[in-house]
């Protein structure tokens, strides 16, 4: 059984007017959010659930708030769709971001009233006539959104603008409406494995910067590929979300968490309030991981949370990553040595460090500079999945050497011993930043990829797609009553998910408007966070 409690863990799944009621507020967090809201460019990097979204919209919402005093337009737009591009032409990724830019810039000026100026840029923008429901440039997105689903990408109903119109577009904007700028907040911006697409976005962020315009990026650790336009420190500031387990508020924090969701946990939380604040450790700063491991078992207790402890750190986490193999067939070998190295090198020996220590605990390790390139790669995939924590570069070893301190999910070093809750207990109390297990340049467990080629990884794009839409729904992460109202509808595979209507939905009992929306969103959203990785 699970805990019987209105938690969601996507960002998606929260109402817009209901985001800042569930924000749990830290120093570091009010700091980030402030830096959302600010003028310059700012890529907010982390991995899956740890909040990237959910701060992009405290910030989103923030704005809103205080739009009539500080005259603020905040737009909001996930890429997540970029997955299902077909890459019809060379520059296709480039015209659909535009297109998706313009309309979204279009549709926030209009929810908040504001009239729309004259000039050829504002034309250009918003396309001479409306089709049916639709802009034209919500046309050309749609098209392309498609396009996995055709053989035969449609006709574009007009051409889209070049990224110049659409700065002067949103100048003209500000000007006439007496707006001081615009903020684009845009969510999965490096969602899939495709650096050519990447760096197409990246250069657009860069060509897009203006007074009046700024652009805020959520993407991955591991997984992103910048190009040679854009230079991360140079032309943005980089945000890593990372909840540090080392600060002292850290279990509170997360507490708040869990609460600021429903409040009536706390009859079973309180009274294992130990118990809890290991199963939090072991979430390593990751708010989601922390909810889905939370439902997992009921009653809450010792006994049920080593039970999910065991499960989910020794297999559900590990069998995401290798997971990633399936779609993503050029970086398999790469996937394959990271999870060996992890479970068959690194946590043993952390384990073996810890057993019985009473100060100085540790789950930290250190990788040589001049390691593999390859070896490097691995480790930014295991960042990318949460397996992993990318530390501070540049630091020096016990000979004096140059490397990067990684922290390795705590949830995996509790899930080692054969008493999780007692052992973790012990670790989280005494870790020791600065004790680590260290893997030089040359040390043999990078011997089975020392001769790996990059190229397969940085060529191609997500060849496994089709594939993809033919597996079971049970790949997809959604909750218990999701996936039986799914179950229910009959739905079988991905893509029938995916090529779903809200209709649809409506044929579950109990499912009306408003709920078969919320479905059919979560479920879309889970498709395409599934098919991106």
Known sequence: ?????????????????????????????????????????????????????????????????????????????????????????????????????????????????????????????????????????????????????????????????????????????????????????????????????????????????????????????????????????????????????????YASAMRSIVYKQDGSLK???????????????????????????????????????????REYYREEIWGEHSNLADRFPGHRELIDWGRTFIEESVLPALHARNVGRTSQTSSYFWIHRDAPRAVREALRLLCYSGIVQEGDSGMRATRGEIGTRYMVNLGCLFAQDAEPIKFGQNVRKHLYVKRMVEYGANHPAYRPIDEFSLDAVNSGGNLALEAQLERSISHLDVTEFQRSKLDELGFRTIGEVLKSDEEAFKRAYYVGTKRARQMRNAAVTAVLEYLSG
């Open 1 to 249: 059984m699970r805990l019987q409690a209105e938690i969601v863990y996507r960002t998606e799944d929260i109402p817009t007017e209901d985001i800042l009621n569930l924000l749990v507020e830290t120093e570091t967090d009010r700091s980030m959010i402030d830096s959302l809201k600010g003028r310059s460019p700012v890529i907010l990097k982390g991995s899956r659930g740890v909040g990237k979204s959910f701060l992009m919209r405290a910030a989103e919402a923030e704005i809103r708030r205080d739009f009539g005093s500080q005259k603020i337009l905040p737009v909001y737009v996930t890429f997540a769709q970029a997955s299902l591009i077909r890459q019809n032409t060379p520059d296709s990724f480039l015209i659909w971001m535009m297109a998706k830019l313009c309309s979204s810039i279009l549709r926030a000026a209009s929810t908040f009233g504001l009239k729309l100026p004259g000039g050829s840029a504002i034309t250009a923008i918003q396309g001479t006539a409306a089709i049916g429901n639709y802009s034209e440039m919500e046309k050309v997105k749609d098209i392309f959104e498609s396009s996995w689903k055709q053989e035969k990408q449609e006709e574009l109903p007009v051409a889209v603008p070049v990224p110049e119109v659409l700065r002067d577009a949103v100048e003209d904007l500000c000007r006439h409406t007496n707006i001081k700028r615009v903020v684009l907040f845009v969510d999965e911006a490096a969602h899939v494995f495709i650096p050519e697409q990447q760096r197409q976005f990246f250069t657009l962020m860069r060509d897009l910067r203006s007074p009046y315009l700024t652009v805020k990026a959520a993407v991955y650790p591991g997984a992103t590929s910048y190009g040679y336009a854009f230079q991360p420190t140079h032309d943005a500031t980089v945000l890593s979300v990372d909840r540090q387990v080392t600060d002292p508020e």
């Open 267 to 309: 009859k079973q939380i309180e009274p294992n309030g130990d118990v809890f604040d290991t199963l939090a450790y072991a979430a390593s700063g990751n708010p989601r991981i922390l909810l889905k491991t939370l439902l997992m078992r009921s009653p809450f207790n010792r006994r049920s949370t080593q039970e999910t402890i």
